[in-house]
C-alpha cells in the first residue's frame, strides 16, 4: 500500500539554525499538509499545499516557515531560524482530492536546543 | 470556526469490557469526521472516517462510530477492548476551503486497558 514517507525520523538542533523537514507524498496525491504536534498537545494545522501554492496557513505558519515542492516528489517544510518552541513532531500528510482520505507520514521529531 | 471536543483526557478499561469515547464537534456545515490513533512516540494510523451517508461507520480493528448530527457528535465505540488498544485516540473534523480540507483535532483521549 502506499505511504508517505518523512525523513529524518529525529533532528536536534541549536536555537536560530535552519531546517528542513522532507515528506515523499503518495505518488498521485495532489493536496500536501503540514501538521504539528507539541509534547502532550493536539495535533495542530500548519499550511496545506495545492497546484505549488499555499492554499491555508494558520497563525503559526508565521514568516519563519516556508513550504516547497522542488520537483515532482518532494515536499518540504523550511524553519529558517529555529526557537525552542519550535521544537515538536512535524507530521505531513497528502491527500488525492476532496472527499477522500488524508494520508499520514510517521512524523519528524525535532528538538530545538 | 470549527472545533472539536473531547471531554474525557484519560479512560481506564479492564480488558474485555466495551469502550467508548466521545467527541463532539462545531463547525456550520455537515463535516468530515475522523478517527485516529496515535501509539506512543508513533504516527497517526486513521481509524475510521465519515463522509456521507450511512451514518455508522465501520473502521479497523473492530471499531466503529456514529454520526449523530443532532447532538453534533462522533462517538467511538468497541465491543471488546485488547490490551493493545492502549493508545491515544484523536478525533478530528475536516473542514471543508475550496477544492480540499483541513483537519481540526480534539486533545486526545488516553486510554489505558488493565488486564
Known amino acids: 500500500e502506499p505511504e508517505v514517507t518523512q525523513t529524518p525520523s529525529h533532528q536536534v538542533t541549536q536555537m536560530g539554525q535552519e531546517v528542513i523537514l522532507r515528506c515523499v507524498p503518495i505518488?498521485?496525491?495532489?493536496?500536501f499538509y503540514w501538521y504539528r504536534q507539541i509534547l502532550g498537545q493536539k495535533v495542530e494545522f500548519l499550511v496545506s499545499?495545492?497546484?505549488?501554492?499555499?492554499?491555508?496557513k494558520s497563525e503559526i505558519f508565521d514568516d519563519q516557515f516556508s513550504v516547497e515542492r522542488p520537483d515532482g516528489s518532494n515536499f518540504t517544510l523550511k524553519i529558517r531560524s529555529t526557537k525552542l518552541e519550535d521544537s515538536a513532531m512535524y507530521f505531513c500528510?497528502?491527500?488525492?482530492?476532496?472527499?477522500?482520505?488524508?494520508?499520514f507520514g510517521p512524523g519528524t521529531r525535532l528538538l530545538v536546543l | 470556526a470549527q472545533s472539536v471536543t473531547q471531554p474525557d483526557i484519560h479512560i481506564t478499561v479492564s480488558e474485555g469490557a466495551s469502550l467508548e469515547l466521545r467527541c463532539n464537534y462545531s463547525?456550520?456545515?455537515?463535516?468530515?469526521l475522523f478517527w485516529y490513533v496515535q501509539s506512543p512516540g508513533q504516527g497517526l494510523q486513521l481509524l475510521l472516517k465519515?463522509?456521507?451517508?450511512?451514518?455508522l461507520v465501520q473502521g479497523i480493528k473492530g471499531f466503529e462510530a456514529e454520526f449523530k448530527r443532532s447532538q453534533s457528535s462522533f462517538n467511538l465505540r468497541k465491543p471488546s477492548v485488547h490490551w493493545s488498544d492502549a493508545a491515544e485516540y484523536f478525533c478530528?473534523?475536516?473542514?471543508?476551503?475550496?477544492?480540499?480540507?483541513?483537519?481540526?483535532f480534539g486533545k486526545g483521549t488516553l486510554l489505558t486497558v488493565n488486564p
Open positions: 500528510a497528502s491527500l488525492l482530492r476532496d472527499g477522500q482520505t488524508q494520508y
Open positions: 505518488s498521485n496525491h495532489l493536496y
Open positions: 499545499f495545492y497546484n505549488n501554492e499555499i492554499s491555508e
Open positions: 463547525y456550520g456545515a455537515t463535516p468530515y
Open positions: 465519515y463522509f456521507s451517508g450511512d451514518t
Open positions: 478530528a473534523v475536516g473542514a471543508r476551503g475550496g477544492s480540499n480540507y483541513k483537519l481540526t
